[in-house]
């Protein structure tokens, strides 16, 4: 998958913005690109990781390993483990935190809690085995001209679509209407792409009091 420089998406996004450097100073634009590039992995699963985890005897609960920011799917001995839910693990398994490997035979499913922990059943009561966990790797965000990120050419569009969406939005007028027609075309298309079931999207992405801060400086 080839890459993209902070320089080159910023001068793409400049040109969607009638290269105003003024109203759009530097920081601002890296601000953008960085949380773009940011929230279409979360979105899309691009950047993929797999780091493994050494079970513990007798644990349920294990946290996700760094270098993973989302998991999707966790494999045993080759195998790749059923994803359930906390309650339709209990609802199958009554007895399910008392329930260990060898006795119960290995374990066989999963389920998240939030993003940062998960739990396996059945436990391993010995320790010792390897869970392979597989999601999405989060992004080293850019801060230099020549930093870089991993980004398929079909994509790159959609990124632009979305910055140039989020930097305009705010200005109102004119150019509120045609960053709201950005917006809206960067929904479409990564809709498509998304593999989580159930994603809704609001209408405008809210900023927080801190960006909005940023984004009133800049200017």
């Given at each position: 998958m080839p890459s993209y420089t902070l320089s080159v998406l910023s001068e793409l996004l400049y040109d969607q913005l009638d290269n105003n450097t003024g109203l759009y100073p530097q920081a601002q634009i890296t601000g953008v690109l960085n949380d773009a590039t940011r929230k279409l992995n979360n979105l899309t699963g691009l950047e993929e990781n797999t780091v493994n985890v050494t079970t513990t005897a007798g644990t349920l609960v294990y946290s996700t390993p760094s270098g993973v920011f989302i998991p999707t799917k966790l494999y045993f001995q080759?195998?790749?483990?059923?994803?359930?839910?906390?309650?339709?693990?209990?609802?199958?398994f009554r007895n399910w935190a008392i329930q260990s490997m060898p006795t119960f035979g290995p374990i066989a499913r999963w389920a998240p809690i939030g993003l940062n922990q998960f739990v396996i059943h059945p436990f391993?009561?010995?320790?010792?085995?390897?869970?392979?966990?597989?999601?999405?790797?989060?992004?080293?965000?850019?801060?230099?001209?020549?930093?870089?990120?991993?980004?398929?050419?079909?994509?790159?569009?959609t990124l632009i679509d979305y910055c140039r969406g989020r930097t305009m939005l705010k200005i109102g007028g004119r150019a509120f209407a045609g960053a709201s027609l950005s917006y809206q075309a960067f929904i479409r298309e990564v809709k498509e792409l998304i593999p989580w079931a159930g994603m809704v999207f609001p209408r405008y992405f809210v900023e927080s009091a801190q960006e909005n801060a940023e984004g009133r400086s800049a200017t």
């Open positions: 080759g195998k790749e483990l059923q994803k359930a839910s906390l309650r339709e693990i209990g609802t199958r391993d009561s010995v320790g010792g085995n390897t869970i392979e966990v597989q999601g999405v790797a989060p992004i080293t965000p850019m801060a230099s001209s020549g930093d870089t990120v991993t980004l398929d050419d079909d994509l790159v569009p």
